[in-house]
């Protein structure tokens, strides 16, 4: 039964909504344990994505779907750097946001990310005001093949693939004889954006 509705559904099922749907005794937690084994290097796997469930494609046979046409939504580099600070700073409102970039967030970027479904909002912070924070959703981890935010690559991925520089930030300077290189040293803030 799980196995069927897990085929059938376009969105990740949570073990709630499995629940909801079999008979009255039967725990989706225990078969899924065992439906996860089953398809181990098998063609489809079984993906925990957030607080749900779905089937996928295994990655080493992703290139069979690429006669799929996959609509392509081009980011601002603002929107980029909206999302990269909401993923790994939720739950964080618009004022904080805006902390980080030092600039005003426009309300067609957060509109945006809205829109696509990868950002919701969260709880409101219980401080004056009580803003609104935002935090990712299912489906940008299910998009970006994550389980959790916590899978988000750290700094020393990001640098390895070449999306950070290696140097300080401006305004920071090397103590003299150290290099930008030395290992386990880094220099102060610039691993502020990637704390969860």
């Known amino acids: 039964m799980l196995e ?13 909504d499995m629940a909801e ?12 344990v065992h439906l996860r084994k089953r398809y181990e290097g098998r063609g489809v796997r079984l993906v925990h994505v957030g607080d749900a469930w779905a089937m996928r494609t295994a990655p080493d ?10 609509e392509t939504r081009k980011l601002s580099r603002a929107a980029i750097e909206t999302l990269a600070i909401i993923a790994y700073h939720q739950p964080v ?8 970039r030092g600039v005003s967030v ?13 950002i919701r909002f969260g709880r409101r912070k219980m401080t004056p005001g009580r803003p609104v ?12 093949g994550l389980e959790s935010a916590r899978d988000l690559p750290g700094l020393k ?4 693939a070449g999306l950070l520089e290696n140097r300080p930030p401006p ?5 003299i004889g150290e290099s930008d290189a030395d290992e386990g040293e880094e220099a102060p803030g610039q691993n502020e954006l990637f704390e969860d």
């Open 171 to 175: 305004g920071t300077m090397p103590k």
């Open 106 to 118: 426009s309300r067609g970027t957060v509109d945006q990310l809205l829109e696509m479904e990868w």
């Open 133 to 144: 924070t935002f935090v990712v959703t299912q489906e940008f981890l299910d998009h970006f």
């Open 21 to 32: 749907r079999m008979p009255h005794g039967c725990d989706p937690a225990e078969a899924l």
């Open 61 to 70: 046979l992703g290139y069979l779907m690429s006669r799929e046409t996959v």
């Open 93 to 100: 409102t618009r004022a904080e946001i805006e902390e980080i």
């Open 4 to 16: 069927a509705m897990l085929f059938a559904s376009v969105e990740p099922l949570t073990t709630r």
């Open 157 to 160: 991925e990001l640098r390895a």
